[in-house]
């Protein structure tokens, strides 16, 4: 009789345990708006958010995609006055993304132009750096209203994590941590 109940129990203690592992690790897309055209596209500092596969999304209305489709200009990601990456774009040839649809806005990755692989900036963002990155177009768009955004999937396990910590903590002293 007892033997009767073993299985069952550790079916269920399977289903739960894959469930927790699944909801712990399954990442999701986030994004942080870094700058907008509403303020000139002025300089942004942020703090690198955990998380893995990281793009920037210039996102904009979608009556708003005639004025910036064949716009050209740089994205430039810097750290303690170095230089990291400077990504020159073409949003005539950057790939679309849904990932601002959420918010009502269609998007261009910059750093993932359609005939060629995307600028891996896993490489040179860390977990809770301190970066700097500004936007410039060689043709400045006249009435239109986007905004940059950083792009990025995070499970919750990366966002619980402090993983980079430490190695930031070497390649950046000066700088200041989110808790």
């Known amino acids: 009789m007892k033997l009767r109940w ?3 129990i550790l079916i269920l203690l399977l289903i739960v345990g894959w469930s927790a592992y699944f909801v712990w690790n ?3 897309v986030k994004s942080v708006m870094l700058a ?3 303020n000139g596209w002025k300089q942004s500092y942020f703090s690198c958010p955990p998380g893995k596969h990281y793009y920037f999304v210039l996102g904009f209305l979608p009556e708003q995609e005639l004025g910036l489709q ?3 200009g740089w994205v430039v990601l810097s750290s303690n006055g170095l230089s990291l990456v ?3 774009f073409d949003m005539g040839q950057s ?3 849904s990932w601002l649809s959420p918010r009502g806005l269609q998007g261009n990755v910059l750093n993932w132009a359609s005939n060629a692989n995307p600028v891996r900036l896993d490489e040179h963002l ?3 750096g301190k970066y700097d990155v500004s936007l410039s177009f060689d043709d400045p768009p006249l009435q239109v209203s986007a905004s940059l955004w950083l792009v990025f999937t995070q499970s919750r396990s990366d966002a619980h994590s402090r993983t980079g910590l430490d190695e930031n903590m070497q390649r950046t002293s000066n700088a200041t941590f989110m808790k």
């Open 6 to 8: 073993i299985l069952p």
């Open 26 to 28: 399954v990442p999701h």
């Open 36 to 38: 907008e055209s509403a």
């Open 70 to 72: 064949h716009r050209q």
């Open 86 to 88: 400077k990504l020159r």
């Open 95 to 97: 790939m679309r993304a």
């Open 126 to 128: 860390i977990p809770y």
